[in-house]
């Protein structure tokens, strides 16, 4: 027999482990992870630019600390939706179109399964914090506390941000995807804050805000129903979709911000094409659309936001690089 063949066990064990880590991956929304990670790149990659220190050990921890902050927010959020009946709402009200897992309402995980998985990520989260709060300073218990924070009452009772109508809820995802983790990982690396890190949380941050805000408008009236009041609840389509273009302007312009006060290089104005084809979505809405409309502008907010992100990195990148000739 070839020494070399693999055992039927060995199969099956590896067949075992893919299956739990498709269903890990779409329990957690493991797909838009990099809205959390691009955040703590640009603020690592800022304390190269401005200060000289970069600390790799340091900047794999905050990556890890900050994935799975976020993987435990998608999950204590679906965990609470689906308490507050916020999730079964958008499964039985017609046109809706649910962004939860489904891993609860389908049964496809027990509640304790779903529960166990999610505090394990929170405990990885933790871990990493008060590593980092050991090597960095004390400070890094602040921002992992707020992150944890909005991450947990975002829709847990008795505060509930994404259920008030009032912003708070926008303010909430500006804070925890953007300020915090951009100012977060910038302290990590340099022990100081800096204005410059707040600046440059602003250009991802509102685009992460965005995507939340559009996320809303597919299952906007099953959220009507189960007492949501988010804002595209509480101001309709029309006026929603105005905000909506509000945030995107802001986003952008805020590039301009930054570069001002040198938190990003010139050439950090080529992220702004990669905001036209978003842009061009908007134009195929009408003031009330089915929620299957949403869907696009949804996958475009998401593109836009990685896409500028990205060329946000690399356009810090090369500044470090020029810096260091």
Known sequence: MDGTAVSPWHIIERNVFIIMWNQFRKASRFQVIPVMLIPVALGSIGAYV???????????????????????????????????????????????????????????????????????????????????????????????????????????PPIRFGYRGKGYSEIAILLAFGVLPVAGAY???????????????????LLTTLILFNHHFLHWEADR????????????????????????????????????????????????????????????????NKSVAYLPLMGASLQATMRCGGVLIVALALQAAINHW
């Not at 990590?188 to 890190?197: E, F, W």
């Not at 911000?257 to 992220?271: D, N, Q, R, T």
Request: proline share 3%; with cysteine.
């Open 50 to 156: 401005w200060t000289n220190q970069f600390h790799p050990l340091l900047f794999l921890l905050a990556l890890i600390g900050a994935a799975a902050a976020h993987l435990f927010s998608n999950m204590i959020n679906d965990l609470w939706d689906f308490k507050n009946g916020t999730d079964l709402e958008a499964h039985q009200t017609e046109g809706a179109i649910s962004t939860n897992s489904g891993f609860l309402t389908k049964g496809t995980w027990s509640y304790r399964k779903f529960s166990l998985v999610t505090w394990l990520l929170f405990a990885i989260a933790a871990a990493c914090g008060l590593s980092l709060s050991f090597l960095s300073g004390w400070v890094v218990l602040i921002f992992g506390f707020l992150g944890a924070f909005i991450a947990y009452f975002y829709v847990a």
């Open 187 to 205: 302290y990590v690396q340099a022990s100081n804050l800096d204005y410059r890190a707040l600046l440059l949380s602003l250009p991802i941050g």
């Open 225 to 288: 129903q189960a007492g949501k009041r988010t804002l595209v609840v509480v101001w309709g389509e029309k006026r929603a979709l105005v905000f909506s273009r509000v945030l995107l302007l802001l986003a952008y312009l805020s590039l301009f911000l930054c570069i001002g006060f040198g938190a990003l290089p010139f050439y950090a104005l080529l992220a702004l094409p990669t905001a036209i084809p978003l842009y061009m979505v908007y134009g195929r809405l009408g003031a009330h």
